[in-house]
């Protein structure tokens, strides 16, 4: 029989966790949402991985710190054998290091265990869409510790502007139009205009692929993977 409109738009969620009780917290709150339905748990990530095989989920809630297979690295294999999934990494710490190698191996998002609940519906419906999804109080905490605009590299010098280069970190650090204008003195309309330079120059249209770039050339002051 085929499916209907509604049944189609459901988001299709797998909570990866070696805590039971958060496990059912987790799952109590998504079931609550008429767009999301959980279809499977898993303790472990060798466990989640097989059960991507089976369950074919959109999204991947992901501990980052679990005892046989870290998220980080279980994520790193999700997105290479699983690239259409998208992983959103669950985890209590809110911590510039664990985002930073968490976005190197391809996750699509970063929420602090803390966060209210809407801020995790938010962070699914916000990567399935294409997007990155960054916690706000840990992009700030980053542009908190980080200078108002950094020297950029000689090619990268050639290809933008002071200004894009600023606007094109800050999108990649997972800041709204409204919030970048008001850092830098711009109207959002200008902000706009900057971003689809970028888009032009660089080739890169969605929030995903500007964390990629970001990351490879250093955008974020990137740390190597320990």
């Given at each position: 029989m085929a499916k209907t409109m509604t049944e189609q738009r459901v988001i299709r969620v797998l909570i990866v966790d070696d805590h039971a009780i958060l496990r059912d917290g987790l799952k109590a709150l998504l079931q609550s949402e008429p767009d999301i339905e959980v279809v499977g748990e898993?303790?472990?990530?060798?466990?989640?991985?097989?059960l991507i095989r089976k369950l074919?989920?959109?999204?991947?809630?992901?501990?980052?710190?679990?005892?046989d297979m870290t998220g980080?690295?279980?994520?790193?294999?999700?997105k290479k054998s699983y690239p259409e999934v998208k992983v959103i990494a669950l985890t209590v710490h809110e911590s510039e290091t664990y985002l930073k190698r968490m976005m190197k191996v391809g996750a699509d998002g970063y929420v602090v265990k803390g966060a209210a609940a809407q801020e995790l519906t938010r962070a699914i419906r916000t990567v399935v869409k294409g997007s990155v999804?960054?916690?706000?109080?840990?992009?700030?905490?980053?542009?908190?510790?980080?200078?108002?605009?950094?020297p950029a590299k000689e090619e990268q010098k050639k290809q933008l502007s002071e200004r894009e280069w600023q606007v094109l970190r800050l999108i990649a650090l997972g800041y709204t139009y409204k919030?970048?204008?008001?850092?830098?003195?711009?109207?959002?309309?200008?902000?706009?205009?900057?971003?689809?330079?970028?888009?032009?120059?660089?080739?890169?249209?969605?929030?995903?692929?500007?964390?990629?770039y970001a990351l490879q050339h250093g955008l974020l002051d990137e740390e190597p993977l320990a």
């Open positions: 898993a303790s472990t990530g060798r466990e989640a991985i097989k074919r989920p959109n999204v991947v809630l992901m501990d980052i710190s679990m005892p980080l690295q279980a994520t790193e294999i999700i999804y960054i916690h706000p109080d840990t992009a700030k905490q980053l542009m908190s510790e980080l200078p108002q605009a950094e919030q970048i204008a008001d850092r830098l003195a711009l109207s959002v309309k200008t902000v706009e205009t900057y971003r689809a330079r970028i888009a032009e120059k660089l080739g890169l249209r969605t929030r995903a692929e500007l964390v990629k």
